[in-house]
């Protein structure tokens, strides 16, 4: 789906949720990071502009990516009781979703999600993982070279077969 | 005796007692933790923390994550579990009501290194201090938010100290102690968050929890009963 063919999206989702899209003026154009992080609007605007959602999406600088605000600007959140999952605060669901994009075409798409992904009930695949810690180790304050970044994950996936966490512990410090 | 009966089952926990989805289950939290902390680790709010450590001038025992140094367990698990909590982009559990891996990690590797574990050690007491983080969680809900504390570090103190106190070995004895200390170092403001101070909640309980075993682990005293004494928890 292309970002000029959407002409409306509405989020239904639980309680909790409107925590992340209220108030709307704001959540469409979050100031700063954690605003983002914490927005539907923008996240969701994210997915669709960019087919996927990186830690990168989130920093000051990308804030003002205009493919993503103008999606923002089409996004409504609606309260449906009925994703309540009993999870969240007060029993106000925080996971349960239904995704609704209005084309210019005149035509609707929805899509469910039950379970947040990279939960127990809908897991990340190894690839998936491993892609997120590269993507965050590249942002280390001391850089840790990409042989450095492959022995950690080879470590800690094989955890139970060290004798001790001294090589580990000396890798994740960064080397100077 | 529901302080004895925690107390027992961190202090028997072996690794072969976890089931292998446990194990698994752990690994892949190990690395998310361990990535996001080093994500982190460039954020305006890990320079302070470590610029606050450096000064500090701990002794060069356990590494901080992705800031090229070491320094003395406490600090180091002060600053790894601040940085990995730092953009918010750690692990969640529903049922604990909070981030139990940012300190956890910081609180294993920390003590782990400091005692020279093994990596299935290291993997016992994390998964321990998650059961008793999963509990507690699962008993207080979100009355403690409402009561205005967060509970990301309120369970983790004595979650981390749960971890710890397995991995030292303490007897049941002083691992119930080390659960009543802990919880007088429990801490951490709900309004507080969406601000630096949020992470460095994960840091705060880190090292509170890993204070709380050590200081049981030489003795000091504290209530046996700090989960249904008179005033409890």
Avoid at chain 1, 85 to 114: H, I, Q, Y
Avoid at chain 2, 101 to 118: C, K, M, N, Q, Y
Avoid at chain 2, 188 to 209: E, F, Q, S
Wanted: one cysteine or more; charged letters at 20%.
């Amino acid at each position: 789906m292309r970002s000029d063919d959407v002409e409306e999206i509405t989020i239904h989702c639980g309680g909790l949720a409107l925590l992340a899209s209220e108030p709307l003026p704001l959540r469409r154009r979050p100031l700063t990071s954690i605003d983002a992080k914490f927005s539907i609007p923008f996240i969701v605007s994210v997915a669709l502009a960019h087919h996927k959602v990186l830690l990168g999406d989130f920093l000051p600088k990308n804030l003002g990516d205009p493919a993503v605000l103008s999606l923002a600007d089409r996004v409504r959140v609606r309260h449906d009781p009925r994703l309540d999952d009993g999870a969240g605060f007060r029993g106000a669901g925080m996971v349960k979703a239904v995704l609704e994009v209005k084309t210019r075409d005149g035509n609707t798409r929805t899509a469910r999600v039950e379970y947040a992904h990279g939960g127990p009930d809908d897991p990340m695949s190894v690839d998936e993982r491993r892609a997120k810690f590269e993507d965050c180790a590249a942002y280390s304050a001391v850089p840790i070279p990409a042989a450095d970044i492959r022995r950690i994950i080879e470590l800690v996936s094989t955890l139970e077969q060290q004798e001790d966490l001294r090589e580990l512990f000396q890798l994740l410090n960064g080397r100077r | 005796m529901i302080t004895e009966a925690l107390a027992e089952f961190i202090a028997r926990t072996r690794f072969a007692d976890l089931p292998e989805v446990a194990v698994t289950a752990a690994k892949r939290l190990w690395l998310d933790s361990i990535g996001v902390a080093m994500a982190g680790s460039a954020e305006p709010l890990s320079a302070a923390i470590t610029s606050y450590i450096r000064e500090q001038a701990g002794p060069p025992q356990v590494s901080v994550i992705g800031q090229g140094f070491r320094t003395s367990p406490a600090l180091a698990a002060l600053a790894n579990g601040t940085m990995a909590h730092a953009l918010d982009y750690d692990d969640i559990s529903i049922t604990w009501l909070g981030h139990p891996s940012a300190i956890l990690v910081a609180a294993v590797l920390a003590t782990g290194t400091r005692l020279e574990v093994s990596g299935q050690s290291a993997l016992t007491g994390y998964v321990v201090g998650w059961e008793v983080g999963a509990s507690i969680g699962r008993s207080i809900r979100h009355r403690i938010h409402e009561a205005g504390w967060h509970s990301t570090s309120v369970t983790g103190t004595i979650a981390a100290a749960a971890a710890c106190a397995n991995l030292a070995g303490l007897n049941a004895d002083r691992t119930r102690t080390a659960l009543g200390i802990a919880a007088s170092m429990t801490s951490g403001m709900y309004l507080n968050r969406g601000t630096d101070t949020k992470p460095v909640h994960a840091g705060i309980a880190a090292r509170n929890g890993m204070m709380a075993a050590d200081l049981a682990a030489r003795g000091v005293s504290a209530a046996a009963d700090i989960f249904e004494g008179p005033g409890n928890f």
